[in-house]
């Protein structure tokens, strides 16, 4: 046999040995991440965590009774007509028709200022045509129903489509100019109304399993308190519309919506794990999904679902449900608990996924630690709401604002909320005919109440608290 033979058989054994190596390393890690993975989910089922959709999947609501089934056709009516694309129930988004176009397109919702002269001439008459005076009949009559379930199909996993929740928010700046223009014309009472609306309205989304719902539904929340606070310093508020917006605002407190979205996130995941293992998507179609684009290499990414993905995603997708796991125990410590205990940040947490190639986890973990901090902003800006609107009802039967907080309990609030931020007691002083109040802010520093810089005006600052500063 000649030397050329001779080096290529060893060649031939040296591959043969490699591959049968490898492919011996990959039926082991296979059986170990397996055997991993089914030890951490066995775990999760005896702590009593919901492990399927069914568990947990919001159970059919009566017709009558179902406040989705308005809104549904509010956001039909929103999407036809000229310029529009229509909007189909869990199937397409569809796009605004030129008339929500431009009342949504106005700088601001809760200073009317801050509109043009071509807006604050053309925005009423748009609000009161009969298209519009509809949309918002079907709005009020949704609000008032005790339920709302959009019939999501969450066992589509990565298919799921939410075309409602981009309306749901553009509702909100619907009823906030409505309000702007009520109160404009003298009828506050009425502007309040409109926002109560609004906010029954959020309120609606607090049942939902996902964490984009929660998202969405403080995002409304927020919407609206600016405008309740606005109003409330320009125009005033009675009494009346006062304790009604506070007691309304209770509702809308406490982190078990949270907690139950990370059920709804960990069912999501495996969902998406399983589609994947039994090849109905690949690992790149996640990522495009997920990050809105499929990524360029489609080479590696199945060299990655063949060699890599199989076994290792078992102990990837293991790590994924230890993450979720802590984060959902988290929210029963409080926020500045946790953060003084946080021995690793859950950015580090995502940082740690991808240098450990953990491609599952590092698609879906991102941005979960600031949904702890905009839920705290949430909490915080309803506190201070609240305790807003109760110093306006001390003003308007004393005359004036109460040297401290503890002057409002128990006759204009039950209880005094505290800042998440701190534990302790919100900040306020008053002045001649105004009053200061506000909440730490994520960053538990106390920054003088210097208030959030709105984004679309420029960049946001991170050193912040949560103001109301009202001059009346």
């Known amino acids: 046999m000649s030397k050329g033979k001779k080096a290529l058989k060893v060649i031939g054994i040296i591959f043969g040995s490699l591959i049968a190596l490898i492919i011996v390393v990959h039926i082991i890690l296979n059986i170990v991440f397996g055997i991993q993975l089914r030890n951490k989910i066995a775990e999760l089922k005896v702590q009593g965590m919901p492990m399927t959709i069914a568990e947990i999947v919001p159970l059919p609501v009566p017709d009558e009774e179902n406040a989705a089934l308005l809104y549904n056709k509010a956001f039909i009516l929103m999407t036809t007509a000229e310029g529009g694309t229509p909007y189909i129930p869990n199937k397409e988004r569809g796009t605004k028709n030129n008339v929500i176009k431009t009342i949504t397109d106005v700088k601001s919702f809760s200073d009317i200022s801050e509109w043009t002269d071509e807006q604050r001439n053309e925005i009423p008459q748009l609000i009161n045509s009969r298209d519009m005076q509809y949309i918002y009949e079907l709005l009020e009559e949704g609000s008032q129903k005790p339920k709302c379930n959009f019939n999501r199909n969450y066992e589509d996993g990565l298919g799921m489509r939410f075309p409602d929740l981009e309306y749901m928010r553009d509702t909100e700046r619907l009823l906030c100019a409505k309000a702007l223009l009520q109160a404009e014309s003298g009828n506050t009472g009425k502007a309040f109304d409109t926002l109560i609306v609004g906010l029954k309205i959020s309120n609606h989304l607090k049942d939902g399993l996902t964490l984009i719902e929660q998202l969405i539904r403080i995002a409304c929340d927020g919407i609206i308190i600016e405008c309740i606070e606005s109003i409330s310093d320009s125009k005033g508020i009675s009494p009346e519309k006062a304790n009604l917006i506070m007691n309304e605002l209770s509702t809308h407190e406490g982190i078990e919506p949270f907690i139950k979205c990370m059920d709804g996130e960990r069912l999501y995941g495996i969902l998406v794990f399983e589609q994947i293992s039994k090849g109905e998507i690949s690992l790149r179609d996640m990522m495009g999904k997920i990050h809105g684009e499929l990524q360029e290499n489609a080479l590696v990414f199945s060299l990655f679902n063949i060699l890599y993905y199989r076994p290792i995603m078992k102990k990837d997708f293991a790590y994924y449900l230890t993450v979720l796991s802590k984060m959902q125990d988290n929210y029963n410590i409080p926020y500045y608990e946790y953060k003084n205990a946080q021995t690793i940040p859950f950015d580090q947490e995502w940082q740690q996924a991808r240098q450990k190639f953990y491609i599952f986890t590092a698609a879906l973990l ?107």
């Open 366 to 472: 991102p941005g979960l630690d600031r949904v702890r901090d905009l839920q705290e902003r949430h909490q915080a800006n309803i506190g201070v709401c609240r305790v807003g609107l109760a110093l306006k009802l001390h003003k308007a039967k004393n005359g004036i604002y109460p040297e401290k907080l503890e002057g409002l309990a128990p006759e204009f609030l039950r209880e005094i909320p505290t800042d998440p931020f701190s534990g302790k007691g919100l900040i306020y002083s008053r002045y001649i005919g105004g009053f200061k109040l506000y909440s730490l802010g994520p960053n538990m520093r106390d920054d003088y109440g210097t208030p959030r810089a709105k984004e679309q005006d420029a960049p946001a600052n991170k050193d912040y608290d949560i103001v109301w500063e009202s001059g009346s």
